[in-house]
């Protein structure tokens, strides 16, 4: 980004971007781009630094060094300037990864320059990649559905890329849905944790994950629907040792219960404090004084269902014996449980809706999961990340399950996704 211009007055903060100069005869077309290529990197530079929440159009417009009646030429509001800008952002990504496969070349690299390349555009571009993977779902239902969107663009390029690996059945869509949710938040549990984050540094680790995913959990992924998993008899007896008492509650435990009942069967957008009152048998008053809100409320009772979860999944890692028992284990236990229990349905399905706040209980439990999976294995970081890609990609399948109304299919999907989180053992 070019250096600030002096601020047009006083108070208002300077522009990151200098104006085009003025002179006569200058294209129409070019001062338009010009206006729009620095309204839209404005709007980068606030949401990384900001969230999308916390900024306005006049912030925008100051930035950017142009007026509002400029601004609303281009955009309706703010939220159609985000994800216009959103859908550029992607677009540019999804151009690097295409310019990196060599047609001739052999099916791994190709799968590995465009791994190589995606990772690349967010170490260009760190602000762009924070604003597409973290800031844009605080924007609400539009968001998430670009976000599906756009996995389902990367996921067709990798099956691009992959062809047909030698020995193996063509990559499979949910095969590649998996492998693309797996890199995107091994990037955003990055960029959770660390200012800057060093993507190159993931880059080959991630591929070398995803190759090994294709290659060893392609044909069973593709075979979704003609067995595997544990069977109905397996999963009812994993979820009796999954059960367990509880013991007296307090208020807060009874609204926050009935939190977890009521989202499971409403659904977050229509959760409501009353709805809350009434299945915890408790008054507004008595809500009011624990929770600032529905998502205060929300948020709270999520991260206590997935701390029950994963207390619960490694119980099950234990009853698995060595560490490959263990994985199958966990993966059949984590499919029954979200094939037949619906308070975890919003662990899956409803934390996006939530908002970034969401976002960061459902990365702190993909992360919580992948340390079941590493745990017993060979230990070392490469394996730690590819367990975290892997507890992602499992994520993903059960979300995909829920959100479609098939939790039947859970019982089928746990083989091969176990088969999945056991690539993280592998080497490339």
């Not at 001062?31 to 916390?54: D, F, K, P």
């Not at 999976?373 to 399950?401: K, M, R, V, Y």
Request: aromatic share 6%; glycine share 10%.
């Amino acid at each position: 980004m070019s250096g600030g211009a002096t601020a047009e007055a006083a108070g208002r903060p300077e522009s990151l971007y200098r104006k085009l100069k003025p002179g006569p005869g200058r294209p129409a077309e070019e001062v338009a781009e010009n206006q729009l290529g620095r309204l839209r990197g404005a709007l980068i530079e606030l949401a990384a630094e900001r969230g999308y929440e916390a900024f306005t159009v006049l912030d925008v417009t100051d930035t950017a060094g142009v007026s509002k009646p400029t601004f609303y030429k281009f955009f309706e509001d703010k939220e159609s300037c985000f994800l216009a800008t959103y859908d550029l952002v992607v677009r540019c990504a999804a151009r690097d990864v295409l310019a990196s496969q060599v047609a001739d070349s052999p099916w791994r690299a190709r799968l590995r320059a465009g791994v190589r390349a995606l990772f690349a555009k967010f170490a260009e571009a760190p602000k762009a990649a924070r604003m597409a993977l973290l800031s844009f779902y605080d924007v609400g239902p539009e968001a998430e559905r670009l976000d599906r969107r756009t996995a389902a663009l990367f996921a067709t390029m990798l099956r691009n890329a992959a062809g047909e690996p030698p020995g193996e059945a063509e990559v499979s869509p949910l095969l590649a849905r998996c492998v693309v949710a797996g890199a995107a938040e091994v990037a955003r549990a990055r960029m959770l944790a660390v200012a800057e984050p060093a993507f190159e540094e993931l880059a080959g680790p991630v591929s070398g994950w995803a190759l090994r995913v294709c290659e060893g959990a392609g044909a069973r992924l593709g075979e979704l629907y003609r067995g595997g998993g544990p069977g109905a008899a397996g999963a009812e007896e994993l979820l009796r040792g999954l059960e367990r008492p509880e013991g007296p509650r307090s208020v807060r435990g009874l609204i926050l219960s009935a939190c977890t009942r009521t989202a499971a069967t409403e659904g977050y957008q229509d959760l409501t404090a009353e709805k809350i009152c009434a299945t915890a048998g408790v008054s507004r008053r008595a809500f009011r004084a624990e929770f600032a809100g529905v998502p205060d409320c929300f948020l709270a009772a999520t991260r206590r269902r997935s701390d029950q979860l994963l207390e619960a999944l490694a119980a099950a890692r234990e009853a698995g014996g060595g560490w490959e028992g263990g994985v199958r284990r966990v993966v059949q236990a984590l499919c029954a449980t979200a094939a037949r229990d619906l308070t975890v349905r919003p662990l899956f399905v409803d934390l996006p809706a939530a908002g970034l706040d969401g976002v960061q209980v459902r990365s702190r439990a993909i992360a919580g999961l992948a340390a079941i999976l590493a745990e017993g294995g060979p230990g070392d970081e490469a394996t730690e990340l590819a367990a975290h890609a892997s507890a992602a990609a499992a994520w993903s399948a059960i979300h995909d399950q829920l959100a479609a109304g098939r939790p039947a299919a859970l019982d089928r999907l746990a083989g091969p996704l176990a088969s999945v989180c056991l690539a993280s053992a592998g080497r490339d």
